[in-house]
């Protein structure tokens, strides 16, 4: 039995989800800070916590910020927040085109299975132009609460 079908990961495997991180830090620090220079310094500060250590970004930077600048709870939830609903700046990688479309001239379908909130990975899809490229997208996160059919579960290759 022959299989006319590939399925692809999307976060580090069509794209580099590092790139999605920086952006979402490029459009907080943006959106929550005025002036260039103050955008900037919070933007190379929030890389260098990720650099540290990728958990928990705003949390660390609130805690190392707020006798200066009097952060707090209502910057972590808006900074989140903005996070959360940014349009990415993020592209495929190089040879993702070239495969997807020989992939596609060789008779098969394409599609790709994604965990994380879905409302997120529908804008990275968007983003990055898959929606025209792949014939289904699966968000596993809208498939049922609690993260039940997130990979490697079968329910959505299926």
Same mark, same amino acid.
């Given at each position: 039995? $022959?299989?006319?079908?590939? *399925? /692809?990961?999307?976060?580090?495997?069509?794209?580099?989800?590092?790139?999605? *991180?920086?952006?979402?830090? @490029? #459009?907080?620090?943006?959106?929550?800070?005025?002036? +260039?220079?103050?955008?900037?310094?919070?933007? %190379?500060? !929030?890389? %260098?916590?990720?650099?540290?250590?990728?958990?928990? *970004? !705003?949390?660390?930077?609130?805690?190392?910020?707020?006798?200066?600048? $009097?952060? $707090?709870? &209502?910057?972590?939830? &808006?900074?989140?927040?903005?996070?959360?609903? =940014?349009?990415?700046?993020?592209?495929? /990688?190089?040879?993702?085109?070239?495969?997807?479309?020989?992939?596609? #001239?060789?008779?098969? @379908?394409?599609?790709?299975?994604?965990?994380?909130?879905?409302?997120?990975?529908?804008?990275?899809? $968007? #983003?990055?132009?898959?929606? &025209?490229?792949?014939?289904?997208? *699966?968000?596993?996160?809208?498939?049922?609460?609690?993260? #039940?059919?997130?990979? +490697? =579960? +079968?329910?959505? !290759?299926?």
């Amino acid at each position: 039995m $022959g299989f006319n079908l590939a *399925v /692809f990961d999307l976060d580090d495997t069509l794209y580099a989800e590092r790139d999605y *991180v920086i952006s979402g830090f @490029r #459009a907080v620090s943006n959106a929550l800070f005025s002036g +260039p220079i103050k955008q900037q310094t919070v933007f %190379e500060r !929030f890389c %260098e916590l990720f650099l540290q250590d990728p958990k928990r *970004v !705003f949390d660390r930077f609130v805690a190392d910020e707020t006798a200066g600048d $009097g952060l $707090g709870e &209502h910057f972590l939830a &808006h900074a989140i927040e903005v996070y959360r609903d =940014h349009i990415p700046d993020i592209r495929l /990688f190089a040879e993702v085109d070239g495969v997807l479309g020989s992939l596609r #001239a060789a008779g098969l @379908r394409l599609a790709i299975i994604t965990d994380g909130r879905s409302d997120g990975q529908k804008r990275k899809i $968007g #983003a990055l132009g898959l929606e &025209h490229k792949v014939d289904r997208v *699966v968000y596993t996160d809208l498939l049922a609460p609690g993260r #039940a059919y997130w990979k +490697p =579960h +079968p329910f959505a !290759f299926r």
